[in-house]
């Protein structure tokens, strides 16, 4: 490659191509900078507006669950004792250590969107009387560092695959308030097939679709040495 730098006035007078080369190189040279200066501000740009579209799909999300929390009083709770989440309610009984029921309501947007389990497991601090803990369902042992659990699984009242639009909705269905012990051949087959016949009533229809979820009890079987469920 030529370089401008190396063009003197004796070599312009031997070649006079050299000095359509010189023009070329620098129009190249001045071309290139004005495109790498644009591009630059539009990825600039491109940023803000993703952003703001991120903003907007968040603020839409969450007017969806407002509005879902709206429908489901307007069909009717099963009691007056109940405390609401983002994008459910349920009512604690502090007895079984899990709820008697949560109602809920499968939204379309759960086909736009694929946000990831969240599996952020924890107690439910609005239970003032304490909720269920790691603890009730499994035994740490720090010699091996593994989980050795009583045989059942935690099982989901509320499924979080029914928020998954909304990262933070989602989250809030990992509360222990919203588990129910369930055996894991019972959790991972039966439950989980009738908690898709609902979602895949939505991806028909695309209309929302009202869940009420009630546990049966046995008052006889512990599952922990702390908790009767």
């Known amino acids: 490659?030529?370089?401008?730098?190396?063009?003197?006035?004796?070599?312009?007078?031997?070649?006079?191509?050299?000095?359509?080369?010189?023009?070329?190189?620098?129009?190249?040279?001045?071309?290139?900078?004005?495109?790498?200066?644009?591009?630059?501000?539009?990825?600039?740009?491109?940023?803000?507006?993703?952003?703001?579209?991120?903003?907007?799909?968040?603020?839409?999300?969450?007017?969806n669950l407002l509005r879902d929390l709206d429908r489901i009083k307007a069909i009717g709770l099963?009691?007056?004792n109940y405390l609401g989440y983002l994008g459910y309610y349920l009512e604690y009984s502090e007895e079984h250590e899990q709820a008697l029921w949560t109602m809920h309501i499968i939204n379309p947007r759960i086909q736009s969107k694929g946000v990831e389990r969240?599996?952020?497991?924890?107690?439910?601090?609005?239970?003032?009387?304490?909720?269920?803990?790691?603890?009730?369902?499994?035994?740490?042992?720090?010699?091996?560092?593994?989980?050795?659990g009583y045989g059942y699984d935690r099982g989901h009242l509320v499924p979080s695959a029914d928020f998954r639009?909304?990262?933070?909705?989602?989250?809030?269905?990992?509360?222990?308030?919203n588990m129910s012990p369930q055996l894991?051949?019972?959790?991972?087959?039966?439950?989980?097939?009738?908690?898709?016949?609902?979602?895949?009533?939505?991806?028909?229809?695309n209309r929302p679709l009202a869940v009420v979820t009630i546990p049966i009890f046995d008052t006889n079987e512990k599952i922990a040495q702390s908790k009767t469920v």
């Open 118 to 148: 969240t599996n952020d497991f924890r107690m439910d601090e609005r239970i003032t009387t304490k909720t269920a803990e790691e603890i009730d369902y499994f035994t740490y042992d720090a010699a091996t560092d593994t989980h050795n």
């Open 165 to 177: 639009f909304s990262a933070k909705a989602m989250s809030d269905t990992y509360f222990y308030s």
């Open 184 to 205: 894991p051949e019972f959790n991972r087959e039966v439950w989980a097939e009738l908690e898709d016949f609902g979602r895949k009533f939505v991806y028909k229809h």
């Open 1 to 63: 490659m030529v370089r401008l730098t190396s063009i003197n006035i004796q070599d312009l007078k031997n070649n006079p191509y050299l000095v359509v080369i010189a023009i070329l190189l620098n129009a190249i040279t001045l071309s290139s900078q004005n495109y790498t200066s644009t591009i630059e501000q539009r990825e600039k740009e491109y940023a803000k507006l993703e952003a703001q579209l991120e903003a907007l799909t968040l603020e839409i999300d969450s007017f």
């Open 78 to 80: 099963p009691s007056d």
